[in-house]
């Protein structure tokens, strides 16, 4: 099978495409054909690597994990022995959490792993949601995020911003969004009251104050929002923020009681609960995907030098398998029922 293979560390250019044996699944264990994956800012992480603790946990000298890629959306292939909940021929999506693997024609994951049956109507390219939601959604939980709450979220227009503008409103919580201008029109039909933009305004002079403030792409601080935040307000962030300060400050909060930073992590043993989750929002209408490109499997590396711009919007989609249906040419809308097709970038 092909898989994209990164023997050591540093920018896309070192990303190979192989020939690797095709795995077998063992007892209690799916093998998935991938037919769709994604390029994250969390691959571009493990592959550079970025934060510099990265290497504590994939490898100091070299990437314990050849293959990245914790998306992944496709057909079971066999099942291992003692398999009784999926059988070859469904349609899963999910995620890989602990040994990453997407990017490859073929992925084995345990039965009980974070993967379920995909929604009816959805295509491949559109089920390969899951991470950015799963970040955005241990930060809406962290919070403890419910009805008649206000969040603010920060950067709302890249794969964890568009899941937590969608997902917030799910939980009942009335939404702010700041974005650049291209993307105003994108987070008020994702839901959010509200859209700040940040190039046009200081976004923390606006005159309210909010439950939450969610950076959710690592690049404001909590000194500069806290004017932003009710006396019993919250602030986290998915970076290390300058000098490691959002982990130092969550842990400071933490040991004084005040709770008024969080740098929550994700659990790999609640991912399985999360994807059952976001299936039925999808099949509820109240979360569909925000797709800024696909590239197929051949040209990844290119797919990692344009995460790496940060200029993404939502997700960037890996068509590993030939056989992907594709949306109809000059719209961002596939065969979908109305309301449940993705949103393109460059319809906004």
Known sequence: ???????????????????????EPKAGEVLIRVHATTVSRTDCGMLRPHPFFVRLVAGLLRPKLTTLGLDFAGEVEAVGAGVTTFKPGDRVFGLSPDVYGAHAEYLCVPEQGAMAAMPAGTRFGQAVVCEGAWYADTYLQAFHLGPGHSILIYGASGAIGTAAVQLAKSYGAKVTAVVATPHLDLVRSLGAEHAVDYTAQDFTQIGETFDFV???????????????????????????????????LAIGSSITGSRRVLFPLPQSNQAKAFVEFLKTRMEAGEFRPVIDREYPLEAIADAYRYVETQQKT?????????????????????????????????EH
């Open 314 to 346: 939502g997700i960037v989609v890996i068509n590993v398998s030939p056989v992907q249906q594709r949306a109809r040419p000059g719209s961002g809308l596939t065969d979908l029922g109305a309301g449940v097709g993705p949103i393109r970038e460059h």
């Open 1 to 23: 099978m092909k898989a994209v293979i990164s023997a050591r560390y540093g920018s896309p250019d070192v990303l190979e495409i192989r020939q690797v044996p095709k795995p």
């Open 214 to 248: 969610f950076d959710a792409v690592g690049k404001t601080t909590y000194f500069r929002c806290r004017r932003l935040l009710k006396r019993a307000g919250v602030f986290a962030a998915t970076d290390l923020g300058p000098w490691g300060q959002n982990p130092l």
